[in-house]
């Protein structure tokens, strides 16, 4: 019986996730209504409150669900080197960029309405990942600077790069970004001004 009950839980919360971010399609987010989302989710008010106190918790959780279909795209593997791991997070990287393509209509008219959200995506991706990959690199060779400084560093020119790709639709655009990635991999954490003497 519970095991029922959870999949009632995980298939309403998924169509709550997926109707706010139908209706982000049309109109930004103060103009949608708990009453919006309820009509689109064909659910109740009362059973949205049971799962969320407000638009913006649901919201949240629609973006921390794209950015963990993201993560889990990518094949966790022993990563023992500084190569190892420049590899990965170029992975990772890489699934944010596919993501983009392949949802690139839908993302630019979510990005038309409400385009703080879009980078939120973008970024939350890339900031978990290269953290996560930077506690290790940190562990062979230690840091000059902390690791939330290092990461927004990395982070925030990749994620400018691909609202860059995001605003403009010519192919060279993205096989240079592609091409920047894989320089990234081979040069990036060999910066030695990164790190300690």
Known sequence: MQYKEDLRIQKTRKVLRESILALLKDRPLEKITVKDICEHALINRMTFYKYYEDKYLLLDDAIN?????????????????IDDIAEYLISILGKVIEYIETNIEYIRSLEKNYSFELINIIT????????????EIDKIRPFKYSIPVTASFIYGGFVSALTYLIHHKNQSYKAEIKQ????????????????KE
């Open 65 to 81: 669900e794209i950015k963990d279909s993201i993560m889990n795209q990518v094949p966790k593997k022993q990563t023992t080197s």
């Open 180 to 195: 920047l990635m894989a320089d990234l991999k081979t040069n990036l954490f060999k910066i030695d001004f990164l790190y």
């Open 124 to 135: 939350r991706v890339c900031e978990d990942g290269i953290s996560e990959l930077l506690v």
